[in-house]
């Protein structure tokens, strides 16, 4: 069965500082995608970065990164020089087949 | 950003009567899917479509059914409203990259707050 998990229900980070939510996921889908989304409090969804199980590299999208632990079957997110903006909920996802399956989210505070 | 509408944006509704949300999208994705979310459980998948008259079961797709008679437009029905299908429900959709699907991602529209009273 395809699983996501996020362990973090709430994460505080000060302004400036670099913060770490993490994500683990389990499939047997040997082909898979691992996305990161953020939901501010406003409710969209905002895509962010993306990670293929094939890439060697981890994947970087200004001051996004995903720390890909393929072994240990775990995608965090990695905010650099957080900023008040960055205060929203993130969730992770995974991709196999036709099929998306979501975390339960993070909530991150941003404090100045 | 991707050009993804929903309507209605909020509606409220009462137990037992019928219920169609409705997303549009511009940019001519083959995918388009169906979300609900709620408290504690992040999004769970409703129904999702692979094309014209294509339509597959999600992990939460008791009460639901879809349908999509044109590539622009997936509409969600709940035949029979209750009260634990209040929710917000988003649409989504993505090209799909045929040989590699695993790398193709997924855009939302802006969601629809239904309250089932």
């Not at chain 1, 970087?60 to 720390?67: A, F, I």
């Not at chain 1, 997110?77 to 957080?82: N, P, T």
């Not at chain 2, 998948?45 to 079961?57: A, F, N, R, W």
Request: glycine share 8%.
């Amino acid at each position: 069965a395809q699983k996501i998990t996020q362990t973090q229900p709430g994460m505080f980070v000060q302004e400036k500082e670099a913060v770490t939510l993490d994500c683990t996921y389990d499939t047997s889908d040997p082909s898979y995608g691992l996305f990161w989304y953020k939901q501010p409090s406003s409710g969209e969804m905002i895509f962010l970065i993306y990670q293929g199980s094939y890439d060697q590299q981890n994947a970087t999208e200004g001051r996004y990164s995903l720390n890909f632990q393929k072994a240990r079957k775990s995608a965090n997110l990695v905010i650099s020089a957080s900023q008040l903006g960055d205060s929203a909920m993130y969730f992770c996802a995974m991709r196999t087949g036709n099929q998306f399956y979501f975390g339960t989210g993070t909530s991150l505070t941003v404090i100045p | 950003d991707a050009g993804i509408t929903q309507s209605p944006r909020h509606k409220v509704t009462e137990t037992g009567t019928p219920v169609t949300l409705r997303c549009h999208q511009t940019e001519n994705h083959r995918y388009m899917y169906w979300y609900r979310q709620d408290p504690g459980h992040g999004l769970r998948l409703i129904h999702y479509s692979y094309g014209v008259k294509d339509t597959d079961k999600g992990e939460v797709s008791d009460g639901y059914s879809v349908s999509r008679s044109k590539t622009e437009d997936f509409l969600l029905t709940l035949e029979s409203a209750t009260s634990s299908q209040t929710s917000v429900y988003f649409c989504a959709i993505s090209a799909g990259s045929g040989s590699i699907p695993a790398t193709d991602t997924q855009y939302f529209g802006p969601g629809t707050r239904l309250t089932v009273l």
